[in-house]
């Protein structure tokens, strides 16, 4: 491999959704003896999943088997009201780690579907956030993913709303936008996007330096629908050469030039340091910043409730000083937090 340099998107890897949800399962194991369950893997990314299942967490795809009384986190990409209810009602202690930017959409679903709309909404079949958002109110929702679909909907009637899956590209939410409106032209969508602005930052990223690569790496699992918007715009922008790795032993040895590197909003930055160094770059590592993200999702309440909880049990008693008013989450990275349970 005589890689000559690397051009680093910035903004890459984890978002603050996947940030929240990941310290939330860390935090939960923490808290809990006995294992713990989560419903869905609770964020895209192999790696990171696997590294909980080490660590005793048991990742299932039916609520109906989780034990009675055991923890339950439900995933970041939310689920359907059903499930919801069913893990309160099977859980020992039940945490919905779900990113603050799907219940934006889930609570846009209730209130569309209140006033009597009928919701076209744009996502991939099968995907875990598609099926928790269409099952909030199934009688109102088509699903789309491209633009040829739209015509071939039924008649919806006057009071028509588009809603999308927040991982998509903007290329493939715009596509179907814009047939929507040709169809509906009174057609109603949120006036602030329901796409994640990480994933647009990170698509914003790869743009400013692709034109420059004579290959880029996309780091991210394949199931991960932003990762696979990335590799999808890469191609897109006509980059001669596209990667796309879950991990450093996977990358190529015959890539060559200038090389770009960026990761899906779930990818962890350990391996972006690994794929970094196993290029190594003759000519060094160009940092290539988009814009400055600066956004937190802190835990669940009732997660930052338990935690305080048990911050002050552990004191009580033992000459431990004061439990503080709060649990500073937001100091710690999900990555650092993950690795410290590692050492438990």
């Known amino acids: 491999m005589e890689v000559g340099r690397v051009l680093l998107a910035e903004p890459r890897g984890f978002c603050a959704g996947v940030e929240m949800a990941i310290k939330a399962l860390t935090w939960l194991v923490r808290a809990f003896d006995e294992p713990v369950y989560c419903y869905h893997e609770i964020v895209h990314n192999k790696l990171v999943v696997e590294r909980f299942e080490a660590l005793g967490v048991v990742f299932v795809e039916d609520i109906d088997e989780v034990p009675a009384g055991a923890p339950v986190m439900l995933s970041a990409h939310g689920s359907a009201p059903d499930v919801v209810r069913?893990?309160?009602g099977v859980g020992g202690y039940t945490v919905d780690a779900v990113c603050p930017l799907v219940t934006k959409v889930h609570h846009e679903v209730?209130?569309?579907?209140?006033?009597?709309?009928q919701i076209v909404y744009v996502g991939h079949e099968g995907h875990e956030e598609a099926v928790g958002?269409?099952?909030?109110?199934?009688e109102n929702m088509h699903r789309v993913e491209h633009p040829d679909e739209i015509d071939a909907l039924p008649e919806l009637g006057d009071n028509v709303a588009v809603l999308a899956q927040t991982t998509l590209s903007h290329r493939d939410w715009s596509g179907?936008?814009?047939a929507a409106i040709e169809r509906w032209p009174t057609l109603w969508s949120p006036g602030r996007s329901d796409l994640c602005f990480a994933t647009t930052n990170r698509q914003g990223a790869l743009l400013d330096l692709v034109d420059r690569c004579d290959a880029v790496v996309v780091i991210g699992s394949t199931n991960s629908s932003n990762t696979r918007a990335l590799v999808k715009l890469a191609e897109e922008a006509g980059c001669p050469r596209v990667v796309w790795i879950n991990r450093a032993d996977e990358l190529p040895d015959d890539l060559s030039g200038t090389?770009?590197?960026?990761?899906?909003?779930?990818?962890?930055?350990?391996?972006?340091?690994?794929?970094?160094?196993t290029l190594a770059p003759?000519?060094?590592?160009?940092?290539?910043?988009?814009?400055?993200?600066?956004?937190y999702f802190p835990p669940p309440r009732n997660l930052r409730d338990l935690l305080a909880a048990i911050r002050g049990f552990a004191g009580f008693g033992f000459g431990a000083p004061p439990p503080v008013a709060h649990f500073d989450d937001r100091s710690v990275g999900a990555s650092k937090a993950l690795s410290a349970l590692d050492r438990i």
Request: charged share 30%; aromatic share 2%; no cysteine.
């Open 176 to 178: 179907v936008l814009d």
């Open 110 to 117: 209730k209130t569309r579907a209140r006033k009597g709309f």
């Open 86 to 88: 069913q893990a309160h």
């Open 282 to 295: 003759a000519d060094g590592i160009e940092v290539v910043r988009h814009t400055e993200e600066d956004e």
């Open 259 to 277: 090389v770009g590197v960026t990761a899906g909003a779930s990818a962890p930055d350990e391996v972006v340091e690994a794929v970094l160094a």
């Open 133 to 138: 958002t269409i099952a909030v109110a199934p």
